[in-house]
């Protein structure tokens, strides 16, 4: 048997690399003589560094960065000297898990820390950066990040606009002198999973901003400054890039990388799966399995078990879900690829014990899944 082991994390209680492990420990028990590849996953959320670190062997840099709120913070990076590639997750630098609820404010929330990153990459030498922006605290259009970078952003007498989204309803001028000339050589990819515009009902602010701490009057007020901002800076372009799909998403980082930086974007699962040879190891595969925490009918939103199933379906090859929970509407994924879906649990458990045992379950699930299989082949 040749078989790919391809899963995402399980929140809050397995990194990738770890849930690849405890599969390969349960196929082990009935396959000892298997080919098992551990491909660890992710969709360009929280994990993405960790999983192509731990395929590609690279490194973990640390920086002092701004945090969302202007609070000094050391932030992690992801870098391949190899190939001149640094993986930057946001969330690191100006993410939401870094305030409580009490401390969200989407308003006055900056992408500065990010910016911070970037510039390290620079430093460092980079050719290509990864952006990949799941999970951020803001919704300043990066509009920070730029910042950090040299850009200034003013109001019309020419005084810098303060941190956050709800400011740039004041932008009148934007200076770009200052702008790092290092980044007009340098490639950027945005890995993203969501196509939401910069602005409107389908925008950053309406979509995004109230789990990020914006009141229905704030997401109004937020939705008008981006806008008018996004107005600004196609004065200054020459060009409008906020209806371009993903420029809503995080908050708007995606319209500035796209707008001032000229990335590309490319679903986050994708991303991963280049850099982590994922399509290489397919290659006369006979099996693969992947997972994540709940498989449901958001899988289907470029979720890692999406993802993995479109690439193993054009090499051929069957695709057995592993998941904490099954939730509803999963078997919609049955006609994108996905051969069969379990979830982990043996009985009666809460979400704390699952995620304790979660290695163990992992193990004993991927262990039944051989013998089913094997069961099936006789």
């Given amino acids: 048997m040749n078989i790919v082991i391809a899963?995402?994390?399980f929140k809050d209680s397995l990194s990738a690399q770890g849930v690849a492990q405890a599969i390969a420990s349960g196929l082990r028990e009935v396959w000892p003589d298997a080919r098992l590849v551990e491909c660890p996953m992710a969709d360009g959320g929280e994990g993405t560094i960790e999983a192509v670190l731990a395929a590609c062997g690279g490194q973990w840099m640390t920086t002092d960065a701004t945090g969302p709120l202007g609070a000094s913070t050391q932030a992690q990076w992801g870098w391949l000297p190899d190939t001149r590639t640094a993986i930057i997750e946001m969330a690191m630098a100006s993410g939401l898990q870094m305030l409580t609820l009490k401390q969200r404010d989407a308003t006055v929330t900056t992408t500065y820390g990010t910016?911070?990153?970037?510039?390290a990459a620079l430093d460092a030498g980079a050719q290509r950066v990864i952006l990949a922006i799941g999970g951020s605290a803001t919704n300043d259009a990066g509009t920070g990040m730029l910042s950090a970078l040299g850009a200034r952003f003013l109001d019309e007498e020419g005084k810098p606009l303060p941190p956050g989204g709800l400011a740039l309803s004041q932008v009148a001028q934007i200076d770009l002198g200052g702008l790092d000339a290092r980044l007009k050589d340098v490639q950027f990819e945005v890995a993203?999973?969501?196509?939401?515009?910069?602005?409107?009902?389908?925008?950053?602010?309406?979509?995004?901003g109230p789990q990020k701490g914006a009141s229905p009057e704030q997401v109004l007020a937020l939705?008008?400054?981006l806008g008018h901002f996004a107005e600004v800076s196609a004065r200054v372009l020459g060009k409008d890039d906020s209806e371009y799909p993903g420029t809503g998403a995080a908050g708007g980082m995606g319209f500035a990388a796209k707008a001032y930086l000229n990335a590309s974007f490319r679903p986050g699962v994708e991303v991963v799966a280049d850099l982590t040879g994922l399509a290489d190891a397919l290659q006369g595969a006979d099996l693969v399995i992947t997972g994540e925490g709940r498989f449901d009918a958001q899988t289907l939103r470029g979720k890692t078990p999406f993802g993995v199933a479109k690439i193993a379906q054009r090499h051929g090859v069957p695709v057995i879900v592993l998941a904490g929970t099954l939730g509803e509407g999963y078997a919609d994924l049955y006609e994108h690829g996905i051969s069969a879906a379990f979830a982990l649990a043996s009985g009666p458990m809460t979400l704390e014990q699952a995620c304790d045992n979660a290695a163990s379950l992992l193990h004993d699930r991927a262990r039944d899944l051989a013998r089913m299989w094997r069961l099936a082949a006789q």
């Fill in 7 to 9: 899963p995402d994390s």
């Fill in 115 to 119: 910016g911070e990153l970037i510039a």
């Fill in 192 to 208: 993203a999973d969501v196509n939401n515009p910069l602005c409107g009902p389908n925008g950053a602010s309406h979509i995004f």
């Fill in 223 to 225: 939705d008008a400054a």
